[in-house]
């Protein structure tokens, strides 16, 4: 067979198995060689909610999905170019998202009788069954394979199975030409210090797959992705959502000076900013893992009126044990950033998976008149910048501030040119300054002219001594049940935030003609499917994405007003287009909407907004 | 740093509570403690911080002239643990009651006695709901009858005493809102205490709950029905000072010295610093009509602290750590060039 290696813009590889096949871990090493080759990429994990959900069945597969290309890669691809199935359940919940050409490799030792069954098949041929059999079909038995590449090397059996894995990601980096030195290195250093015997064999067993793959013969074609190029200069990484969300809050604690506080509950998928955080104490962060969510929101108010950048971190019911919390930080008017990683809801809903449906959680659901300044994420670097902002706005603003991320966000991980600190702006807090005249108290609730802003004295600072609490008060911080007063201080607090809007950049355009008959607008993590959506439908389509919610930048309107109609995109049943439809009402915005767990897929957009166009 | 005297801790806010209320006397003890506290450690008035929850007692922080936070309900304790953390200078002293602490909060308040975080905790315990008018507490009596059990309560009461020790607290106190000196002996106590110190007040509701306490505050009665234990001295209590606390090999008794052979000699010395928190535990269980109610400093011990653990380890982590700022952050591990 003559064997040809093609150059191919961008392809997409999905690694699918076990929860414990290591899947996970297959996915991000390929993901992590790529960005250094100089790739551009975008990744997806998909994983069940149990850790070890039951093994062979269709509910319990964990899957990977990795997007490289020569150019910027804005999602982590709608269908795959190889499908790796480590057994029969991966192989049935994964074959609908096969390209028309796509490679299947799967583990024959893995189709048996009672794999098959416990995977729902009711007949012998798997692929027939699901339709893949045109498919480039490559059946190997791994599992025999693995055994037979480690048998000398003194690993007991149980661990040798676990290597599979790597023989399937040799076989890999031999379909797309992939060094594997890079591995060879990661290997080392994950395992130098507590497993230094596992080294070897893996490397080993990595080798042997790459190897058997270019023996086979059953492989017509290899595929080279050249670097990206027209990249700008710079050091490079690659990072999740996750991490860059507590880079940029870690980011805002150096820039203002304060220590960064994070009270947290562990819940999926927001742990790991925690985690990332806990890593962090030579920065002088500090973590406190609370009793409950309530507690991680309530210590961390606390240390927010003593003066630390506060952070709570959580996810959709974790936000609902909040909520009282939050109305606290906006009745004492305290800098706090809330992260909410959201997924699929309501209740304890979809865990693992992705949504955007507590964005009107995220503005309204608190009791009394309880305005929250709202910001979101729309990739998984923009975390970094995003979590700054929402500090920055906190801080400066004497606000809460909830910043909206999502699973898919969290998870999910992009190449990421490195920013120097010395290009992000100083957060000036409005701290109180000297000390007050004789006989002259601290009047706390006393706001900027300008801004509404009040005054934050810390405790500890002789002669500002005053209480804040969830009671009404007056300027003066005096207990009040004062109708006139209330209101006052209602209509105050909501034009605080509002006047958010003043520090907040332009909304722009970013695809498209300035005016016309329609206008594509999203929010969050659905950036890169609507951005690579618009791009596939050409230069005419006009888009807009929101990184602040609230308050929207001061252009919203005028923008709007050069379209003809909207059609706004969000993983929700329409939360933002209805709050885009109340605050501008008359204008004709429309809705397309996905509430399945899973992104955009690019295809379903390019779809519904030629429906509009 | 000035002398402060009782008035410095005075705010110029109306005190609210109703006439008669038990709160009244413990707010005065603490604005008379906390200038000695302050004489002995040499404390200004700006580090001091007042927490509460929600409550009638949870109004405190309004009538001191300090750094003060009236939180939300039974949040109180996760409150002054930000607070302590995030500044540990800051001397946190916290109210709070018997719902706010025992039922909304007693989550928190149970993980701030574990992680001995160094915050001091009036609990106001008047067995009463009293803000919202008269429904039972965790603590009021089995089979009380309140507006939310008119037949009778037909649930246990916690013992404040038996849940802070069974946390493995390093400081329990207990006392009466009219103990107004023992009290303040009991908050400097605290205070000196490195670590959680939990202060039980068992105060008087006029209105919802009166004589809740009678028995034990009554002058008639009050010296057979308490035991004011006091560090090093013999554990004697009664109107005539003949009854005293003895170890029978098993437990804890009550004897009348004089009788049935047992001398001042056998009666125990009291140890509140004593590792044995069996002893300490049992001291607070004690109640009528066999045992006298334990008041005083029951247990007060060494223990390391949350605040300070978590500053230690941060200050450990950054000599040790490579990375100073977050731009060595930013280029840490797996980065590659672009040129």
Redesign the interface.
Known sequence: MQHKVIDAKDVVIRFAGDSGDGMQLTGSLFADMSAIYGNGLSTFPDYPAEIRAPHGTVSGVSGFQVHIGSGKVNTPGDFCDLLVAMNPAALKANAKWCKRHAMILVDEDAFDEAGMKKAGFVTENPFTELGVEDRTLIVSPITTLTRESLKDSGMDPKAILKCKNMFTLGMACYIYNRPLEYIYAYLEKKFAKKHPEVIEPNKKVLFDGFNYAANIQVIPNTYTVAPAEHVQKGTYRNITGNQATAWGLLAASEKSGLPLFCGSYPITPATAILEELALHKSLGAKTLQAEDEIAGICTAIGASYAGNLAVTTTSGPGLSLKSEAMGLAVMAELPLVVVDVQRGGPSTGLPTKTEQSDLNQALYGRNGECPMAVVAAHSPAHCFDAAFQAAKIALEHMTPVLLLSEGFLGNGSEPWRIPAMKDYPEIKPPFVRGILPEGERFKPFERDPETLVRRWALPGQRGFEHRVGGLEKTHAGVLSTDPANHALMVAERAEKVARIARDLPALELQNGPDSGKLLVVGWGGTYGHILSAVHELGEGVSYVHFDYINPLPANTEEVFSRFGKILVCELNSGQFADYLRAQFPGKDIRKFNKVQGQPFLVSELVAAIQKEM | MATLTFKDFKSD?EVRWCPGCGDHAVLAALQRALPKVSQALGY????Y?V?SG?GCSSRL??YM????????HG?AT??????????P??TVWQACGDGDALAIGG??FI?AIRRNIDINIILFNNQIYGLTKGQYSPTSKFGAITKTSPYGTVEHPFNPGSLVLGAKGTFFARSLDVELKLNEEIMTAAALHDGCSVMEMLTNCVIFNDGAHKNLSDPAVKADHTIILRQGERMIFGKNRDRGLIYDGRKIRAVRIGEGGFTEEDVLIHDAHSDNIGIHMALADMKGPDYPVALGVIRDVKDITYDDG?RD??KD??T??K?????D???S???????
Do not use: C
């Not at chain 2, 200004?44 to 580090?47: Q, S």
């Not at chain 2, 990375?323 to 731009?327: A, G, K, R």
């Not at chain 2, 591990?333 to 040129?339: H, L």
């Open positions: 806010q200004d008035k700006e580090r911080v927490v929600i922080p309004y002239d300090t750094y003060g936070f009236h939180s939300i949040r996760a409150v002054s643990t930000g607070i302590k953390v995030a500044n200078w800051l989550n928190h993980h978590v380890q941060v982590v950054m040790k750590s990375i100073h700022s977050v731009d952050l930013l280029h591990g797996s980065t590659w060039e672009v040129e």
